[in-house]
Nanobody, 117 residues
Framework: QVQLVESGGGLGQRGGSLGLSCAAS????????LAWYRQAPGKQRELVAG???????NYADSVKGRFTISRDNDKKTVYLQMNSMTPEDTAVYYC???????????WGQGTQVTVSS
């Protein structure tokens, strides 16, 4: 069964840090491009950070220098470390895995992150 399960969301404070994890099953994990997206109330889902199978990363301008995406292929897990958080980071965060050739992709169920001021 193909599945992505996020964990680590919750309540943070302005200037604080939170870490998210996303564990995958049912896919050949090391072949997939992984990404974190987020969706705030009333807004469209947006890409936060991505990491390719070879470890190349990209970030939304709004999180550059504050967030770090990483992956552990042995554990089939992708991480998002969020530092210097602001209330504008409040959103539901989703993990995504996409095969770079077939385009097949799978989403996690989402985890709520709330940053208080």
């Amino acid at each position: 069964q193909v599945q992505l399960v996020e964990s680590g969301g919750g309540l943070g404070q302005r200037g604080g840090s939170l870490g998210l994890s996303c564990a995958a099953s049912g896919i050949i994990f090391n072949m997939y491009t992984l990404a974190w997206y987020r969706q705030a109330p009333g807004k469209q889902r947006e890409l936060v950070a991505g990491i390719t199978s070879s470890g190349g990363t990209n970030y939304a301008d709004s999180v550059k220098g504050r967030f770090t995406i990483s992956r552990d292929n042995d554990k089939k897990t992708v991480y998002l470390q969020m530092n210097s958080m602001t209330p504008e980071d409040t959103a539901v965060y989703y993990c995504n895995a996409k095969h770079p050739i077939t385009g097949y992709d799978v989403w996690g169920q989402g985890t709520q992150v709330t940053v208080s001021s």
